[in-house]
Nanobody, 115 residues
Framework: QVQLVESGGGLVQPGGSLRLSCAAS????????MGWYRQTPGKERELVAR???????DYGDSVKGRFTISRDNTKNTVYLQMNSLKPEDTAVYYCNARTPMYAYWGQGTQVTVSS
């Protein structure tokens, strides 16, 4: 079992920045990738960014050049630095951890970009 606790969401103006954090606990040795997804009402959950245990990263097209995913292995925490935020980035952001057998999800954190 892997437990994920997210933090860092909130309200920000267009052009602003936020940093999301996701702390993993439990069977963290089994995790081979962690990432962030987001979802708005009526739409499917979409990939924002992910990072593998080897350090490879992958981003959704709409956030490339604006968002950066990173990790601190000493804290078992993954971060999502979000810059140049746009209203269309408004969504619930979910942390995800993948193991060979399962995908685990955090409870979600709301990000709202509005003036």
């Amino acid at each position: 079992q892997v437990q994920l606790v997210e933090s860092g969401g909130g309200l920000v103006q267009p052009g602003g920045s936020l940093r999301l954090s996701c702390a993993a606990s439990g069977s963290i040795f089994s995790i081979n990738a962690m990432g962030w997804y987001r979802q708005t009402p009526g739409k499917e959950r979409e990939l924002v960014a992910r990072i593998t245990s080897g350090g490879s990263t992958d981003y959704g097209d709409s956030v490339k050049g604006r968002f950066t995913i990173s990790r601190d292995n000493t804290k078992n925490t993954v971060y999502l630095q979000m810059n140049s935020l746009k209203p269309e980035d408004t969504a619930v952001y979910y942390c995800n951890a993948r193991t060979p057998m399962y995908a685990y999800w955090g409870q979600g954190t709301q990000v709202t970009v509005s003036s």
